[in-house]
């Protein structure tokens, strides 16, 4: 049972241009969440998504960020318009249950913008 | 809004020594949980605590969670080099979305052999 798997792992992209982040959950996890870590910092909540649907986004920044989970295919986590603070680590996990359940984290996306 | 505070930011320490981090939250916890995460890794989930007083163990690794359900440590045992890495609190706040976990901004650990 492969992990959770996150494409690319490292991403460039001069400021202006769009950055696709793409995360496939663990097999049999309909849950996903994303999360954003800066250097020397914990993680923040972006998203949490099921199959389809937008759960919680209250962690999300108003603008340029969007995700989505299709009925089929990886979650992708689209940010428009990059700008320098949004160099960061973005982290996928996923998990089976919705609630009170460990989650399983990708390997992340090192995002640099340029 | 609601914060968990973790400290200390770093810890420094001989192999063999203990370390401990401690976590706090600003408001009661449905569940609290801890992740380590290796220089360039990834976190990986450690443990979960759910019930007010809760104590769990992990060989070397002790865990414990507040009767007020609004903090938490991590205490670890004649540390070795393996141990190195930073250690998160992640709590999941009453009514919140299992998503919506607060993480602490983690406790770098660095053993010297």
């Known amino acids: 049972n492969a992990g959770v798997m996150q494409n690319p792992r490292h991403l460039v992209r001069r400021r202006g241009q769009e950055a696709r982040l793409r995360c496939s959950p663990m097999k049999g996890h309909s849950h996903v969440y994303w999360y954003r870590q800066l250097p020397e910092e914990g993680l923040k909540f972006m998203v949490y998504?099921?199959?389809?649907?937008?759960?919680?986004e209250s962690g999300m920044p108003k603008e340029r960020f969007s995700a989505e989970f299709p009925k089929e295919g990886p979650s992708i986590l689209r940010i428009q318009q990059v700008v320098r603070g949004d160099s960061a680590a973005y982290f996928c996990a996923s998990s089976p249950l919705r609630q009170e359940t460990e989650a399983f984290f990708g390997q992340g996306t090192r995002l640099t913008v340029v | 809004g609601q914060q968990v505070m973790q400290i200390p930011q770093y810890q420094h320490v001989q192999e063999g020594e203990d370390f401990t981090t401690y976590c706090n939250s600003s408001?009661?916890?449905?569940?609290i949980q801890w992740y380590k995460q290796r220089p360039g890794g990834h976190p990986v989930f450690l443990i979960q605590l759910v019930k007010s007083g809760e104590v769990k163990k992990q060989k070397r690794l002790t865990f414990q969670f507040g009767e007020a359900k609004k903090n938490s440590s991590l205490h670890i045992t004649a540390t070795q080099t393996t141990d190195v890495g930073t250690y998160f609190c992640?709590?999941?706040?009453?009514?919140?979305?299992?998503?919506?976990?607060?993480f602490g901004k983690g406790t770098k650990l660095s053993v010297k052999p």
């Open positions: 992640a709590g999941l706040p009453y009514g919140g979305s299992q998503g919506n976990l607060i």
């Open positions: 408001t009661t916890l449905s569940n």
């Open positions: 998504l099921q199959k389809e649907n937008i759960i919680d």
